[in-house]
């Protein structure tokens, strides 16, 4: 049976995603890359015309990878505490097999902010805090608060992990870490 045109653009995505967590996006180029997927041009222009359609239709992977991994994530056993959840967290992100794909996103970040990338705006940062966000109004958190504290929260580990993906400088991280666990238990719950 034939591969739809919608299944095989998702695996074309796939590969494109692979190859760039290995060679990164910044010099992305339609000509090389559908080479090195062993494809024609043709191929990525007839199912993402060109590319920005092709980096508009990758940013919108990652997207739908990142909320994907954040459902797997939270729906597995909760931690004790808010503080504990962003520590388990920490350590599900950095695990060595997930590196690859968290570099080719601080690399998009990166891009994203110099705007050398433009015309999507990836839901990654929101999600992350709307992510953060339902966890501390599971822990009885008001939505206003959690909202804002999911905003300071998701800036310190977005600042901790790109001190990280540059430094590696692994104790003083989760010496901060520690830290951040420290006041995001400590922040009182309210009920606005």
């Known amino acids: 049976m034939p591969q739809t045109p ?68 939270a729906s597995q056993a909760p931690p004790g505490s808010p503080g504990a959840g962003i520590l388990a967290f920490w350590r599900w992100q950095t695990r060595p097999e997930a590196l690859p794909l968290l570099r080719l996103n601080y690399e998009i970040f990166g891009l994203l902010s110099s705007r050398r990338i433009s015309g999507h705006h990836p839901r990654m940062i929101e999600d992350w805090i709307d992510f953060i966000a339902h966890q501390l109004t599971a822990y009885g958190r008001g939505a206003r608060v959690a909202r804002i504290d999911a905003t300071l929260i998701s800036a310190a580990l977005s600042g901790l992990t790109q001190d990280y993906l540059i430094t590696g400088d692994t104790p003083r991280i989760e010496e901060a870490l520690a830290r951040l666990a420290e006041f995001t238990d400590a922040s009182r719950p309210d009920s606005k």
């Open 6 to 73: 919608a299944n095989r653009r998702a695996e074309l995505l796939d590969a494109v995603v692979a190859h760039l967590t290995e060679h990164g996006i910044a010099s992305l180029s339609l000509r090389p890359l559908a080479k090195a997927l062993g494809q024609s041009t043709y191929v990525l222009t007839y199912h993402f015309k060109d590319k920005s359609g092709l980096l508009a239709a990758v940013l919108d992977h990652l997207d739908q990878q990142e909320r994907e991994a954040l459902q797997k994530w």
